[in-house]
């Protein structure tokens, strides 16, 4: 069975069951063949042909007596067949006979004789179609015959494409029509009706993943959000011309790749050659590609899986003792030292966070948004073909880079700013304290341990984001300078940065939930929140503790506060 997987709309089964009607009644008065078949002999060739079953009466009105009446109108095929005359009418060749072209082909040119035609299901039938349409589209027709999918059609392959697998047969549109299945928008539907059919792929032994690969790929991913200027499957395969990647003539051939991708992508492929486009998960994908994922899959659970537990334990353990010391506001109940008021975030660094804040989202948002386009949270940013995401994304890179930027140079130029950053170095102590925390909070120490004001929890925050700050820009510059970088460098870069770009992003996100939104506002001991980041002054009040360590402050800072000690 060839895969010829369109769906019928509500129109066509309508259609269909109407000419079911009608074809049923005309066919009950097949019988009567035989008057006419004293004076005509085409029955013979009629019995051989689709029509068989249809009585010369039905077709031929007002014949039964003899001599005819003059001026009976020829049979018209819309009498029994009104979907395909309405499909017709709607299609190019419909429209352009009647605009008076007579050039384009009507129900017989394609069919042949009522009396002789064919069942347009027979492989007789399939098998011709590209001469049929080839009597007026040489051109295409030639070049189809030297296609792979030419060549398996020629040699009785009944699941490779004719003509009408891709266009149609009786409404085929323009290809520059929206609706047309060969159109830019729906060309991966058309390659996917067979290409994405396990069945089809595994008989012919091609390369069951190449929709699924496709999809994942930027290209793909662009195109779902109607995207018009990204390849699709014909942009590199070509189309009428199709050919596999081992013959040199394919527009895929190794050799042949830079000019196709050139066409799009200046200059790529120039220096090395292009690599595997499929790239397909776990199959046959490039060892750097395989440990990216590796790593992240590995790190991602890991850090998350700890954060999780920290905090959660943490949670758990300020709950009970709220519960046991009876009032919820307990925490707020600590002193403010004496002269200096718990000040944590400078203006300067206020700002700079606020900016932060800003971007960091809007990159969330537009970024996951091209990965999931189907999703309620980013549809609405897929109008006008997407191309909204990806200037949004690239005014918050810009915003966030520049603050990025802004926040190095000022550490070089402010010495208080410097001096206040200084509280986030990591010390030995920040090590002692964290496994001292997290073994309270998952009840393996039964003692609350101190923590620095600066302590791992704001450090590991800080770093953390330094860190996935310099991953993300450099991969997501590299991205953006796709052109340079295919020009210039293996594509497998490329691969690589889109990777650590989306699983970098998927980390960050996670812990920024997990363990930012955990300390400035879950946590019991500043909910609702933190509003440090508003005013400057935390709502952690400084608890008088006695199991606090001692205080190793060496540099007093002006209007900020140095490292105190929170019991918490
Ligand atoms: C007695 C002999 C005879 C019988 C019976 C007969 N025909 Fe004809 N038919 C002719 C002749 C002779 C012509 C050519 C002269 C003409 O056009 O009148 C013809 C012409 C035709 C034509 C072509 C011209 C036109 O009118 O469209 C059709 C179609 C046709 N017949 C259909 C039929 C059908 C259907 C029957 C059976 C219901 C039938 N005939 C029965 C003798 C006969
Ligand atoms: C499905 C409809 C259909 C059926 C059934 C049918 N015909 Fe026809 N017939 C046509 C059409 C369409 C034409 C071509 C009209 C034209 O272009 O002049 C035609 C033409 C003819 C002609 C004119 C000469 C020719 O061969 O072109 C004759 C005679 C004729 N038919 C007889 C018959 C007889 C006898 C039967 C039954 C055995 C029959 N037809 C069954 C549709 C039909
Ligand atoms: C009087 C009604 C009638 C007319 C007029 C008629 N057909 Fe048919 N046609 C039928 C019937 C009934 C069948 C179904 C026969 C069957 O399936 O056994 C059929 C079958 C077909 C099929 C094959 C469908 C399939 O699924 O295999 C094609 C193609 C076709 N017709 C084309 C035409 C064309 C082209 C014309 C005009 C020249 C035409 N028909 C005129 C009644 C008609
Ligand atoms: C450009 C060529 C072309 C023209 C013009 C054309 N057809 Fe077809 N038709 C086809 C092809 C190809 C198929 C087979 C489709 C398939 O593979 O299922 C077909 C199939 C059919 C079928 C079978 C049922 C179906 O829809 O698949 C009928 C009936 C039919 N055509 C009737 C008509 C009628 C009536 C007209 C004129 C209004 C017409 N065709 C014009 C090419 C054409
Ligand atoms: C594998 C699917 C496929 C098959 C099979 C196919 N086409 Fe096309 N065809 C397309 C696509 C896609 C386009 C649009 C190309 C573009 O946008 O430039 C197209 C465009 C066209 C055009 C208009 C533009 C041009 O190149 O002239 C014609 C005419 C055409 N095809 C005819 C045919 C004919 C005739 C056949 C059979 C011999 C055929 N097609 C087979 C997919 C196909
Ligand atoms: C008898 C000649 C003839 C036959 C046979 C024919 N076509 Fe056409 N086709 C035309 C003409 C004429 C036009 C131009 C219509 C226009 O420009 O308005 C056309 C237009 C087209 C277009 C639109 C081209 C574009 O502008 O994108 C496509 C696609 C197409 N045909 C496909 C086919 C397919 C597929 C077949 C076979 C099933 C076929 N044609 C059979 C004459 C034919
Ligand atoms: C109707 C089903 C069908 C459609 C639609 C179709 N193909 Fe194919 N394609 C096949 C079959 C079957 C083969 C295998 C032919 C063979 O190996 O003899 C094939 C082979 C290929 C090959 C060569 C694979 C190889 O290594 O031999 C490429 C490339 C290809 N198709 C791309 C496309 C693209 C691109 C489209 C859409 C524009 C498309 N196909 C549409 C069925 C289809
Ligand atoms: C950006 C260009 C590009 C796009 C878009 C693309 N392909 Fe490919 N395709 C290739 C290249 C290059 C190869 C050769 C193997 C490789 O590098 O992965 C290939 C291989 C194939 C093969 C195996 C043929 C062979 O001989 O290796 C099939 C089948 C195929 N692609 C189908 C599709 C389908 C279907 C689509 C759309 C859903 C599509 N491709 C989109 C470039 C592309
Ligand atoms: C029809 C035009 C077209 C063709 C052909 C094309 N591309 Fe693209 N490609 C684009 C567009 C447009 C973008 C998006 C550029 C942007 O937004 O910066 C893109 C983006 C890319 C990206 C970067 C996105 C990412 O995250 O990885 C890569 C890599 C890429 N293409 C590779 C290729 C390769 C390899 C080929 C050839 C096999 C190819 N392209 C063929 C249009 C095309």
Known sequence: MPFRGRVPGA?????????????????????DNS????????????????????ACASCHLKHDGYPHPANVPKPACSQCHQG????????????????????????????????????????????????????????????????VHGKALAKGIMDAPVCTDCHGEHSILAASNEASPVHG?????????????????????????????????FHGLAAKAGNQTVANCAS????????????????????????????????????????????????AEAAPLRWVRQFYLLVIPLTIGLMLLHNGGDWLRKLFRMRGDG?????????????????????????????????????????FALKYPDQWW?????????????????????VFMAVTLAHGLSLVVDRRLRLHWKHLIPTVRDGREALANFAYNVGIRSAPPGRSAHSYIEKAEYWAVVWGAMVMILTGLLLWGNNLMLAMFPKVWLDVATSVHFYEAVLATLAIVVWHFYTVIFDPEVYPMDTAWLTGV???????????????????????????IISS
């Open 11 to 31: 129109g066509a089964v309508v259609a269909g069951l109407l000419t079911w009607v009608v074809l049923a009644s005309v066919t009950a008065s097949a019988a």
């Open 84 to 147: 395909q005359e309405t499909d017709y009418e709607r299609g190019v060749h419909g429209q352009a006979v009647k605009h008076g072209n007579a050039a384009a082909p009507g129900c017989d040119l394609c069919h042949g004789a009522a009396h002789e035609l064919l069942r347009p299901k027979s492989a007789e039938f399939q098998a011709k179609v590209p001469e049929t349409c080839g009597m007026c589209h040489s051109d295409v027709a030639a070049q189809f015959q030297n296609s």
């Open 538 to 564: 935390s709502v952690k009040k400084i608890q008088p503790s006695p199991s606090a360590p001692e205080l190793p402050e060496t540099e007093p800072v002006p209007a900020a506060t140095g490292d105190r």
């Open 378 to 398: 980013a549809r609405s940013l897929m109008f006008r073909e997407g191309s909204l995401r990806g200037v949004v994304h690239r005014v918050a890179a810009v």
């Open 236 to 283: 590199c395969h070509g189309v009428h011309n199709i050919l596999p990647s081992s013959d040199p003539r394919s527009t895929i051939y190794p050799k042949n790749l830079a000019a196709t991708c050139g066409k799009c992508h200046q200059g790529a492929g120039k220096r090395f050659a292009i690599s595997q486009v499929h790239v397909a998960e776990g199959r």
């Open 185 to 217: 928008d729906h060309v991966r539907e058309t390659c996917a009706n067979c290409h994405g059919n396990v069945q089809l792929s595994r008989r012919f032994g091609l390369p069951a993943d190449r929709v699924v690969s496709f999809d994942a790929s």
């Open 327 to 367: 009032a919820a506001a307990r925490f707020r109940d600590g002193f403010e030292a004496p002269g200096t008021p718990n000040v944590r975030m400078l203006r300067f660094e206020r700002i700079q966070h606020g900016l932060l804040v800003l971007s960091f989202f809007t990159l969330v948002w537009t970024g």
């Open 35 to 54: 008057a006419c078949a004293a004076c005509h002999d085409q029955g013979a060739k009629l019995e051989k042909s689709a029509h068989a079953s249809v």
